[in-house]
């Protein structure tokens, strides 16, 4: 039974920073396309950052660019998102997902989904 298991979300401050955490089981997260996506209240699930088997291609949502990093470490069967200068418009429930082939930044994608870690940013 795959697994993947979001961790480190949390209520902080505008310009703190936090690193989630996404641990696999039931698949080697080597051999897939890992992402980040989230969804705030009352709007659509989105974006943020996606990085390929390799981990030698990165893709970022623009509203994210140069303040959030995605990375894997493969050994341990986990990735992370490193998100640093928050903003209070970041607050959502944040979820990984994989996929077994190609990069990419749409959710269908995907075939394998976290259940999310909230993340709340306050003004």
């Known amino acids: 039974q795959v697994q993947l298991v979001e961790s480190g979300g949390g209520l902080v401050q505008a310009g703190d920073s936090l690193r989630l955490a996404c641990s696999a089981s039931?698949?080697?997260?080597?051999?897939?396309?890992i992402a980040w996506f989230r969804r705030g209240r009352a709007k659509a699930r989105e974006f943020v950052a996606a990085?390929?088997?390799?981990?030698?291609?990165?893709r970022y949502a623009d509203s994210v660019k140069g303040r959030f990093t995605i990375s894997r470490i493969n050994a341990k069967n986990t990735m992370y998102l490193q998100m640093n200068s928050l903003k209070p418009e970041n607050t959502a429930v944040y979820y990984c997902?994989?996929?077994?082939?190609?990069?990419?930044?749409?959710?269908?994608?995907?075939?394998?989904w976290g259940q999310g870690t909230q993340v709340t940013v306050s003004s």
């Open positions: 997902a994989a996929r077994a082939t190609l990069i990419s930044r749409s959710g269908p994608d995907y075939d394998y």
């Open positions: 039931g698949l080697t997260i080597s051999s897939y396309a």
């Open positions: 990085v390929n088997r390799n981990g030698d291609i990165t």
